[in-house]
């Protein structure tokens, strides 16, 4: 949240709304730092984790099998996962955490090409060449060699979608349609004719704006900046949350030195074990409470009071609130707000989100990838046919076995061999996103799984065989993703500002939308700098 916040007056009551790694952590940071104000956290479902979900199933042997059904890595370069790392530690579940160093086969991501054979995104000259000679790089070299020179003047004045700013920084629009849409893919779902430049590329577009070209800005900002590191080798949040929670400087360090060095980080059981560990921690709090399968519906400010009221279903009301804290897909908030503001909810209305259907595969006993096939999983561009609606596959099997045990320096090392896992396959197919918004109903769990296995098929070479050998699961993540769309930094600053003015800075937005980024480092660090307002003395 960009705004001001009030500060929390002793024994405040703060609710919370959303169970999933935003509300989860802004609880945990709140709860610590504060111990005199009583929390109330509700969750629509019966679980917490939201998105963060490690499905424990069994395979067609009657084994135990874990299926990750949303997010399964962390960047490493990044404050949120360093502090995650560090919640695990004082929770004692340190030894859950694994990475994926830069040079592994897990770090090697592929794009699908108009004639469906994948091609590695390069990472030395040879997969360079074999890159550049697809039909996916046209446009690539000379987009790059003319960037510099090309003139920043057709640059708008407001927003304009990622096609519009890659097409005009390279020149042409096969690199947006070709290559970048195939990024954009792996984090919105979304399609880079309707993402905003500014809300997913802000970067590139202030390089734009300040130097006239992206190439030009990423060179001066690395000579000026690097990665900023306080005198302690904290990065200036890490060093904030040492000092809020009067940490050891030198542990904290570590993290972030390592974590600095890895392409990415996972847990052993998946990334619901950081929010399982989270949530069992809480529940021993005399400070907080969970409220599981309670659906939060209006909210209103007290006239006189001036504290918040959430109306819970079946006419059950919770209220009270000094603060309430929002963690939920903003495409819902419309019927939140409409009783306190029409114009708000109105505002709201313009929020929309994206759908996305993930279907698991498993086979017990064979590694049906062939040797170069071996990576994090390939990306669909827009460019290509896909009558699936495919966005992507990963190849969660390869990043499994990837995987190295983080062992700080100070801890201990076991000296025992661990002893060797059968091999298997384990791939994740995402669907749908923008492909969706063309049909009027998702399609079934049948046609999606048929789907799946002829990509499968048709891009990896899979048998038939072993397709039908293995064991599917299928879920829709309805909503999941808020959809960027152009303008939405501004809409975003509006809606925070009226929000502010009609609950009297007593309701903060968190979550997916109102992050940095998207991602789940993004989320706990922005619930964490939102802890730190509402309490700075
Ligand atoms: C398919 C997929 C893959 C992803 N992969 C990655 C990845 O590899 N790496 C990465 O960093 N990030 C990834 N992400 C993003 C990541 O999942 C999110 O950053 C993270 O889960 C957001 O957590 P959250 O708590 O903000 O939201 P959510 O997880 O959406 O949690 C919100 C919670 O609020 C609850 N809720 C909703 N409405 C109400 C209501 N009215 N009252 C009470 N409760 C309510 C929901 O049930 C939910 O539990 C991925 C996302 C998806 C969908
Ligand atoms: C290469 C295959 C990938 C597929 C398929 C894929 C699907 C997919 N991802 C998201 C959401 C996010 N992914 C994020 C990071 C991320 N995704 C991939 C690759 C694929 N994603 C990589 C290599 C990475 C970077 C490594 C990592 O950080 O884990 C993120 C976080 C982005 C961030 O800034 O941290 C999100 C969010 C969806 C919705 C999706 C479905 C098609």
Request: hydrophobic share 35%.
């Amino acid at each position: 949240m960009l705004g001001p916040l009030n500060n929390l007056p002793a024994n405040a009551r703060v609710g919370v709304v959303g169970g999933g790694i935003s509300g989860l952590t802004f609880t945990y940071f709140l709860g610590k730092l504060r111990p005199d104000v009583k929390i109330t956290l509700f969750e629509s479902q019966p679980r917490t984790g939201g998105w963060i979900h490690s499905f424990n199933t069994r395979d067609k042997n009657g084994d135990p099998v874990m299926l990750e059904q949303g997010p399964r890595t962390l960047r490493g370069v990044s404050d949120g996962t360093v502090l995650m790392a560090d919640i695990l530690r004082d929770l004692k579940r340190q030894s859950a955490i694994q990475y994926v160093r830069k040079r592994s086969k897990a770090n090697r991501k592929f794009l699908l090409d108009p004639n469906d054979n994948l091609v590695q995104v390069p990472n030395s000259i040879t997969t360079l060449i074999k890159f550049l000679l697809n039909p996916l790089s046209k446009g690539l070299i000379s987009g790059f060699l003319g960037e510099r020179m090309r003139s920043a003047a057709g640059r708008p004045r407001g927003d304009e979608s990622v096609h519009s700013f890659i097409s005009r920084r390279f020149g042409n629009e096969y690199v947006s349609t070709n290559l970048v849409s195939a990024v954009f893919h792996g984090i919105y779902a979304d399609d880079v004719k309707q993402l905003s430049a500014r809300k997913v590329m802000g970067r590139m577009v202030e390089y734009e704006a300040k130097y006239g070209s992206i190439l030009r800005g990423a060179k001066k900002s690395k000579q000026a900046n690097g990665r900023q590191l306080t005198p302690s080798g904290l990065t200036p949040l890490v060093s904030l949350y040492q000092d809020a929670f009067e940490k050891d400087k030198y542990e904290l360090a570590r993290l972030c030195k390592d974590f600095g060095k890895y392409s990415m980080i996972g847990l052993t059981g998946g990334l619901e074990t950081f929010t399982k560990a989270v949530s069992q921690e809480l529940i021993k709090w005399p400070n907080v409470e969970i409220v599981t399968s309670k659906k939060v519906g209006k909210i209103t400010l007290g006239k006189m009071s001036q504290q918040v009221t959430v109306s819970l279903g079946g006419g059950q009301i919770s209220s009270g609130f000094d603060h309430l804290r929002l963690t939920t897909n903003p495409s819902s908030w419309a019927e939140l707000f409409i009783q306190e503001s029409k114009p708000l909810s109105e505002l709201s209305n313009r929020a929309t989100s994206n759908t996305v259907l993930l279907v698991n595969y498993y086979l017990p006993g064979k590694d049906v990838l062939l040797k170069g096939q071996q990576g994090f999983g390939y990306l669909v561009p827009q460019c290509d046919e896909n009558v699936e609606n495919l966005l992507g596959v990963i190849f969660d099997s390869v990043i499994e076995k990837n995987y190295k045990a983080y062992k700080p320096v100070f801890s201990r090392t076991s000296f025992f061999r661990t002893k060797k896992k059968k091999d298997y396959t384990k791939l994740t197919i995402m669907l749908g996103g923008h492909h969706l918004k063309y049909e009027a109903n998702a399609p079934s769990k049948d046609i999606t799984i048929r789907a799946a296995k002829y990509a499968l098929h048709n891009h990896l070479g899979i048998s038939l065989e072993d397709l039908e050998a293995g064991s599917w699961e299928f879920v829709t993540a309805k909503n999941c993703l808020p959809h960027f769309f152009v303008g939405y930094n501004e809409w975003q600053n509006q809606l925070e500002s009226q929000v502010l003015q009609t609950y009297k800075a007593k309701v903060s937005l968190g979550g997916m939308g109102f992050s940095k980024g998207p991602g789940v480092p993004d989320v706990v660090t922005d619930a964490f700098q939102d802890v730190l307002k509402l309490t700075e003395e």
